[in-house]
């Protein structure tokens, strides 16, 4: 069903089961349609034999058939329909053969996958399966019977969550080329990746999978592993197509070649696998046949050059040197043992981006054997050469033999005098060609570019070993005419290290001759000095670096922490407590940020609480400043804070008679006197009961004195509780 991805129980037509000899090859695909509802186009490509497949095998749709990988379940299948047919064509269109037709089909539909179906880690795979191949093919056992199956995996549509983008590799149109007996041929069978992906190809036995001759259009069946076709006797996948040079792939670009022994059609199959990030995502195989034909004996043409003034031809890596006052012009032969063969002449500046030559005439026509033919060279006013390069030029002889062109190469190297244009100037306002430049310190300068002869120029610069980009330099690209300047800047960054030298080419280009500038380059050398800095300091106001404190019998800790730098760059001023969080300790700092000077307070007031049963305590902390300068430095003073528990006292003795009368003289129970406990044992309260055991007195002040006004005279008794001691005694009250 159209833009639908369904399950399978489509019981098959009756036209599917058409038997022919039909299938010469070809590949399955799946793209992603970005933005789109319908998210993804499946279908495939495929290769019809023209001369002796059966029309009635002409399929108007194919059903595709998708598995989970991890477990061949099915996922479903596409009805693709037939939406491309044409015919394949040769690379030399004049050398087609009545045996070899060859029509490309394509079918295909667009729909839409869900996430939620399709995030299987291991991914999926489709099949297409048909009967048959075509009933000539060379290189294996009764090919009228053989099925061809299509194979292709790709990858979850969501990884983690988080869509996945694939598409299978694009493949140009296969040529309709066959190969010549004994002679040399290049096939390419390679593609592209919309999505960046690296491909490697191989080549792999043709899978036959589970149609046949009776039931052409078997529905696909999930498998690990699908049947292969059946190789003839000395064959195999080493030698798929026998001969001096047995068929070979490029794993890297796809390209084909061999060298046939014999005729006849041979089939074969290229496995390219995708790869992203070294990891591989998908597979497809791709199908087709070769056929091997006894060509005519056919010989390639041959370029010649006799320099003027010389007597012998011209020899590889020679250089011609032509002055200013010699001809434009120069004269090169071609010959060619074949009678009535039609010969073009191309050529190309290999290291110039314009060619600034021309060919003529750039065609002929053999009159006889070993027919000899000239043409000249003529270089215009920009084929000229600087510092002595020279130009390297090639000229290609091809003539119109079948399948392919034989062709022969003639290179050239030119050396040509300048024809007065003169070169452009570049400067800077720099005092010399060497900056002694500072880590973290800004360079400026500006860059100028002159021609006096007043044509356009370009101005650009490169890093000799390195890209100024990657150093942080910033120097944009100018052109103009005439005149023109562009400023350049740089800090060098903090891992410059003293003594690197770094060399920076400017360039200015004259554009007279676009495709051949004249350049002139200017190089400045920046040389990386020590960065001037001053250590910061860091002190406090204390007399002392060591503080004891008795818990109990000591105040508040304050003191100012004092950070300060020399030179202006900026320091920071911070606190750290040597195994324990000062923050989570109640002490009190704030890490600050500024120029030259700093000053933080530092107050804590210790408690019990931080003993945890002992009787001292070390806390050790380090201020530390630090500057920002690239060549950072650091200074650090440390304070070593002592927590004691407080001492334990004696419990001073009592009076057992006290006489509230108001004389102020023994009026009250003293308790200021009480000891002040310590953190293992602390005060509690103090309770006064009379002779009954009621209570008539409660504090938990171990400071405030019992002076009873509103009581009656008689036996009274008190309780005074520290964590670990109780002290209790009798008192009597006279009035």
Not at 59 to 64: E, K, L, T, W
Not at 348 to 374: C, G, K
Not at 527 to 532: A, G, K, M
Not at 684 to 691: E, L, S
Request: net charge negative.
């Amino acid at each position: 069903m159209k833009n639908q991805f369904t399950l399978l129980f489509l019981i098959l037509l009756s036209f599917f089961n058409a038997n022919a000899t039909h299938i010469v090859g070809g590949q399955l695909f799946i793209t992603e349609n970005k933005g789109s509802y319908y998210n993804y186009k499946i279908g495939l490509t495929m290769y019809f034999d023209a001369i002796n497949g059966n029309p009635g095998a002409e399929d108007p749709f194919v059903n595709i058939y998708v598995f989970r990988k991890r477990d061949n379940v099915s996922v479903g299948y596409l009805q693709a329909p037939k939406i491309e047919r044409k015919s394949v064509n040769y690379t030399n269109p004049v050398c087609g053969i009545s045996t070899l037709e060859t029509i490309m089909i394509t079918y295909a539909s667009d729909l839409r996958l869900e996430g939620s179906a399709f995030n299987d880690p291991q991914g999926y795979y489709m099949v297409w399966d048909r009967c048959c191949r075509n009933g000539t093919i060379t290189n294996i056992k009764i090919p009228g019977d053989a099925g061809s199956l299509f194979y292709l995996e790709f990858p979850p549509i969501v990884k983690n969550n988080v869509n996945f983008s694939n598409s299978s590799p694009v493949f140009p149109t296969i040529q309709g080329d066959y190969a010549c007996v004994n002679a040399p041929f290049l096939f390419n069978f390679g593609g592209t990746d919309a999505d960046g992906d690296s491909l490697v190809y191989s080549l792999i036995t043709p899978m036959q999978g589970y149609s046949t001759k009776d039931v052409p259009s078997a529905p696909g069946q999930g498998a690990s592993s699908y049947p292969t076709v059946t190789w003839i006797d000395g064959v195999t996948i080493a030698n798929i197509i026998p001969g001096p040079k047995p068929l070979t792939v490029d794993s890297k670009t796809g390209m084909l070649s061999v060298t046939a022994g014999s005729t006849g059609l041979y089939v074969f199959t290229v496995r390219v696998d995708e790869y992203r990030n070294k990891t591989k995502i998908g597979t497809l195989t791709r199908d087709f046949q070769l056929k091997v034909v006894d060509c005519p004996k056919m010989d390639a043409p041959k370029l010649l050059f006799k320099p003027v003034g010389r007597d012998t031809f011209y020899t590889q890596n020679e250089i011609i040197t032509i002055t200013k006052d010699d001809p434009n012009c120069f004269e090169v032969m071609v010959t060619d043992p074949s009678i009535n063969d039609h010969i073009k002449i191309n050529g190309v500046a290999i290291n110039n981006s314009e060619n600034y030559f021309t060919v003529l005439p750039a065609e002929f026509q053999t009159t006889t054997a070993n027919d000899t033919m000239r043409f000249q060279i003529c270089l215009d006013e920009c084929f000229v050469t600087y510092d002595n390069r020279p130009i390297r030029i090639e000229l290609i002889a091809e003539d119109q033999s079948c399948p392919v062109p034989l062709s022969d190469t003639l290179t050239i190297f030119i050396r040509r005098e300048s024809s007065g244009n003169t070169a452009p100037v570049v400067t800077t306002s720099l005092t010399n060609d060497y900056v002694h430049a500072t880590a973290g310190l800004p360079v400026k300068f500006t860059v100028y570019g002159k021609d006096i002869d007043k044509d356009s120029i370009a101005l650009s610069a490169q890093g000799q070993d390195f890209t100024i980009s990657s150093q942080g330099m910033v120097f944009n690209p100018i052109s103009g005419k005439e005149t023109i300047q562009q400023n350049f800047t740089w800090t060098p960054p903090c891992n410059a290290k003293k003594g690197d030298t770094l060399a920076v080419d400017f360039l200015l280009k004259d554009l007279r001759c676009s495709g051949n500038p004249l350049g002139v380059s200017k190089p400045v050398y920046f040389i990386i000095d020590q960065s001037p800095n001053n250590p910061p300091s860091v002190s406090t106001d204390l007399n002392s670096s060591t503080i004891s404190y008795t818990i109990g019998n000591s105040g508040t800790i304050e003191f100012n922490v004092l950070a300060t730098d020399a030179d202006t760059n900026t320091i920071t001023l911070a606190a750290l407590g040597r195994g324990f969080d000062m923050q989570a300790m109640g002490m009190n700092f704030t890490n600050k940020t500024g120029i030259k000077n700093l000053t933080s307070p530092y107050s804590w007031t210790p408690d019990c609480a931080l003993m945890n049963g002992s009787t001292e305590q070390v806390f050790t902390i380090d201020f530390i400043t630090a500057d920002k300068n690239c060549l950072s430095a650091s200074d650090t003073t440390t304070v070593e804070v002592t927590i004691k528990d407080n001492a334990e006292d004696q419990m001073p003795e009592l009076p057992n008679v006290i006489t509230p009368n108001g004389d102020g003289k023994n009026d009250c129970l003293l308790l200021d006197n009480l000891p002040a406990g310590t953190c293992v044992n602390q005060f509690k309260d103090v309770t006064i009961f009379n002779r009954w055991g009621k209570q008539v007195y409660y504090s938990i002040e171990k400071d405030k004195n019992w002076c009873p006004s509103d009581i009656s005279g008689g036996y009274y008794y008190y309780l005074i509780r520290y964590t670990n001691q109780s002290y209790k005694s009798g008192l009597t009250v006279l009035k």
